[in-house]
């Protein structure tokens, strides 16, 4: 159990183009979606939080226009990197979490490669 | 917010020893502390958590201690194998009001040498 999946697992897309990460939780119901990203050889860095239903909530740093989330039902999020650039080349990873503990569950990734 | 600060950044260790990483956390409401081991473009895998009211948590070859006074915690493996070859990032998560969003410790990288 505790599934979430995650889609595309690589893209590559011009700058300037628009590019969008699904994040599903496949067996449970995720009352709260978590958006992260990774630069090599560094942690994993919160960009921002998503409650079904409602707006995310973005961490200090991170402009909420050019990385729009969206967060439509209890098993889908979905992160837009709206005109992307060669410096949001990274690793985004999604997490779930179904409410009853702390306990968040990743996705896979997904390699953002901008040229 | 929450601050978790994670040594060492490296760590180098004959296959058999033993290996510590050792993590602290500045915000005293946080309540559950996960280790995860992420090998090189996969996801962060879970491998061991502890909340507060815990002072211990051992899983086979991996344990966990927690230092609430001191704040700080640290993860312990012991019989180390080849396999245990990745980095390790510990975590902090608490429910002041931020949905129970983790912060991660800046990683140690292990390597088990035969």
């Known amino acids: 159990g505790a599934v979430v999946s995650q889609h595309p697992s690589r893209v590559i897309c011009k700058s300037g183009t628009s590019v969008k990460i699904e994040c599903r939780s496949l067996?449970?119901?995720?009352?709260?979606m978590f958006w992260y990203r990774q630069f090599p050889k560094q942690s994993l860095m919160l960009m921002a939080t998503?409650?079904?239903?409602?707006?995310?909530?973005?961490e200090q740093g991170v402009e909420k226009d050019k990385f729009l989330i969206n967060h439509a039902s209890l098993t889908l999020s979905t992160l837009t990197v709206t005109s992307a650039h060669p410096e949001d080349s990274s690793f985004y990873i999604c997490?779930?979490?179904?409410?009853?503990?702390?306990?968040?569950?990743f996705g896979p990734g997904t390699r953002l490669t901008v040229l | 917010g929450e601050n978790v600060e994670q040594h060492p950044s490296t760590l180098s260790v004959q296959e058999g020893d033993s290996a510590v990483i050792k993590c602290t956390y500045s915000d005293s409401a946080s309540n559950y502390f996960p280790w995860y081991k992420q090998e090189l473009g996969k996801r962060p895998q879970l491998i061991i958590d502890?909340?507060?009211?815990?002072g211990e948590k051992k899983d086979q070859r991996i344990a966990v201690t927690l230092n609430k006074t001191a704040k700080h915690f640290s993860l312990h493996i012991t019989e180390t194998q080849p396999e245990d070859s990745a980095v390790y990032f510990c975590?902090?998560?608490?429910?002041?009001?931020?949905?129970?969003?983790?912060?991660f410790g800046t990683g140690t990288q292990l390597k088990v040498e035969l």
């Open positions: 067996d449970f119901q995720a009352t709260t």
């Open positions: 975590a902090a998560s608490g429910n002041r009001g931020g949905g129970n969003k983790l912060t």
């Open positions: 502890i909340r507060s009211n815990v």
């Open positions: 998503s409650n079904e239903g409602s707006k995310a909530t973005y």
């Open positions: 997490s779930a979490s179904n409410g009853r503990n702390n306990e968040q569950f």
